[in-house]
């Protein structure tokens, strides 16, 4: 069975950075989303099939690294400017792939950790 666990929620100031992280023994393909409030859930990093890189959203892209520990199977998202429009709920998900300029998922989520970005 398949758990996956998050771990590293904050609150920062804008400009802050912060990084979040996700354990699962089905780790490979995990990626990340996130859900501002009143928004609906919004895929901002995942795996790139054919090119089998991490495809990233504009929204996040330069600013927000997903990168993998394999002896760990763990995969953490390292955030850097930070802005109050990036508070949101973040998840992670198992089995997540680039669907054009979207990040789609099928596999297992995470319990969601809250970012807050505020002066």
């Known amino acids: 069975q398949v758990q996956t666990v998050e771990s590293g929620g904050d609150s920062v100031h804008p400009g802050g950075s912060v990084r979040i992280s996700c354990t699962a023994s089905?780790?490979?393909?995990i990626g990340w989303f996130r859900q501002a409030p009143g928004k609906e859930r919004e895929g901002i990093s995942c795996?790139?099939?054919?090119?089998?890189?991490?495809y990233y959203t504009d929204s996040v892209k330069g600013r927000f690294t997903s990168t993998r520990d394999n002896v760990k199977k763990t995969v953490y998202l390292e955030m850097t400017g930070l802005r109050p429009d990036d508070t949101a709920v973040y998840y992670c998900?198992?089995?997540?792939?680039?669907?054009?300029?979207?990040?789609?998922?099928?596999?297992?989520w995470g319990q969601g950790t809250q970012i807050t970005v505020s002066s």
């Open positions: 998900v198992t089995d997540s792939w680039r669907d054009g300029s979207k990040c789609r998922a099928s596999g297992h």
């Open positions: 089905d780790y490979y393909a």
């Open positions: 795996l790139d099939l054919t090119t089998g890189d991490t």
